[in-house]
């Protein structure tokens, strides 16, 4: 009989488990967290120390992995706001379905989008009887603590999980493999202040010395990445619920488990919607004991698109040639630890548009590679903001908007980042002399090539693409980039015009989109947005 695949894929969660910790030293932030369910999946199969995704921003990102292809090859799957699925590219659920599989999901798996979770069969094959209150993690166990105290209070959130997959489990035909999607969203904004210590006994001070060097370390930052370390170990919680309903009904070592997220940290500068590792690089480990040598840790660079022909190549089902991206089933079956496979010592990651308001319906294209040693970035349109427009806050001297629009929402300033506390506290200590050069770090403009070296310069704080002692590391790795980018047709290098600067690729909001947005932004107590969703 094939596998079953078990596919836990969380939004917004970067790098962030105990199991990296050998790795990273004492000084960095998993040493804080403990993750036994992800580390088990890890200690009994193979852990990647370097696992990227296609474009962090989770429609894109999620377009490629469902795909198997880089998420320009996804038509409008490649932006985020105003999505729309094309049928007509094969996606591994629908292919493992048709070959016998009960597929299912639960939580999120390609949304915003039309129609949410299309890729995944939309409506037909989720399963939520039990709620979806897990994706407001924090928030609900810190509202019912009173009422049933904090363990219980998680507990309840739990057993949410544990009924929701039990009625996928129930509704499988006798004798058929299963894959099923587990997507909780509670590492994206927004997350309630102060749970990291109230719901899992984590200290904000504790980060103290361990934040990434682009980031002003005061206790107001210190805490909200905290609390989403809390929102980590939720998700982590939930994993061990999943591992523990297939050891009851004895298809554990039969099932290919596969844990990791759609890009890193939300809300923070240079993390989500950017090319830089603490955007893109990920967690990543998958068990399979009838197929993977256990302890193992191996060095590979993954694009995360590598799973689509991963989990049909482990059912022995063909891959069809749309996929671009190559299985990692060798990987997986190797007994070997460090470099498998020669030629995997590159990954290729991009962006077009993320938030339709950022810059007037503008994208911001990027792409970038990176190595062992080196991160190199091209920014397509430097003149654009990165971040989003800032307007009005390119003026030290302007009023910024109030502390609790920026906690709400993305959209007073800088839009492609999240709102919450640390962009709050950006904002408004941004003429500080100590914050102005890392809030121009994080929110100002960039010049057209970026390039990192990795060995001396680990948060990417020191670009040296023009520094003539690294002309030939630029040299190579720009042209390396390009090629590839050639050879699977990127937009951005054969077509004149792009499509990502016309309509529907850019441009404002229109019709059922537009309607969405307004509503929301309505119900948020920000209508005096509008009119900029409506591009007026």
Not at 34 to 45: K, Y
Not at 497 to 523: K, M, S, V
């Amino acid at each position: 009989m094939p596998p079953n695949i078990l596919f836990a894929f969380a939004d917004d969660w970067g790098r962030y488990a105990s199991a990296y910790r050998p790795f990273e030293g004492e000084n960095a932030i998993n040493a804080l967290i403990d993750t036994p369910n992800f580390d088990r999946i890890a200690e009994e199969g193979v852990l990647f120390r370097n696992a990227f995704v296609p474009a962090p921003s989770c429609t894109p990102c999620r377009s490629s992995i469902l795909s198997g292809q880089y998420f320009w090859q996804t038509g409008l799957g490649a932006i985020l706001q105003g999505a729309v699925w094309d049928e007509t590219i094969p996606t591994y659920p629908l292919i493992l379905e048709q070959n016998g599989y009960h597929i299912g999901y639960t939580y999120k798996v390609w949304s915003p989008g039309r129609t949410m979770n299309a890729p995944y069969g939309a409506e037909r094959t989720r399963y939520e009887p039990a709620g979806r209150l897990y994706s407001r993690f924090s928030h609900v166990a810190t509202e019912r603590a009173s009422e049933l105290g904090i363990e219980g209070a998680k507990e309840m959130l739990l057993e949410e999980t544990r009924q929701n997959f039990d009625a996928f489990l129930d509704a499988r035909p006798a004798g058929k493999p299963f894959c099923y999607w587990w997507g909780p969203t509670n590492t994206h904004r927004t997350w309630e202040r102060g749970s990291g210590k109230a719901l899992w006994g984590l200290e904000p001070d504790d980060l103290k010395g361990r934040l990434p060097a682009f980031l002003p370390d005061v206790h107001d930052i210190r805490e909200d990445v905290n609390d989403y370390l809390g929102e980590c170990l939720a998700v982590d919680a939930g994993l061990g619920v999943l591992i523990e309903r297939l050891e009851a009904i004895g298809e554990l070592d039969n099932t290919l488990i596969v844990v990791s997220g759609d890009h890193g940290i939300p809300g923070f500068p240079r993390a989500k919607c950017n090319l830089y590792n603490i955007g893109c690089e990920v967690a990543l480990a998958a068990r399979w004991p009838e197929r993977i040598p256990s302890a193992r840790v191996v060095d590979d660079f993954v694009n995360l698109m590598d799973l689509a022909p991963t989990f049909l190549d482990a059912a022995g089902v063909d891959i069809p040639d749309s996929m671009t991206a190559r299985s990692l089933l060798p990987v997986l079956e190797s007994d070997r630890s460090g470099q498998v496979e020669a030629e995997r010592t590159a990954v290729v990651t991009g962006r077009e548009r993320h938030n339709v308001m950022a810059r007037d319906g503008m994208p911001y294209p990027m792409r970038a590679i990176r190595t062992r040693d080196f991160l190199y970035i091209h920014n397509f349109e430097p003149d654009r903001w990165p971040v989003g427009d800032p307007r009005g806050l390119d003026d030290p001297n302007a009023e910024a908007p109030s502390w609790d629009s920026l906690l709400a929402s993305s959209r007073p300033a800088y839009s492609d980042m999240d709102g919450g506390p640390t962009k709050a506290w950006m904002i408004h200590h941004r003429a500080d002399e100590d914050v102005q050069p890392l809030f121009e770090i994080g929110f100002g403009k960039r010049p057209r090539e970026e390039l990192y070296d990795l060995r001396v310069d680990p948060h990417y704080m020191n670009n040296v693409a023009t520094n003539p002692d690294y002309e030939q590391a630029r040299t190579d790795l720009a042209n390396e980039l390009m090629d590839l980018l050639r050879e699977n047709d990127d937009p951005r290098l054969v077509e004149s015009p792009c499509r990502f600067e016309q309509a529907p690729y850019a441009g404002p909001l229109a019709g059922d989109e537009l309607q969405e947005e307004i509503e929301r932004l309505t119900n948020l107590g920000l209508s005096a947005l509008i009119s900029k969703v409506k591009g007026e």
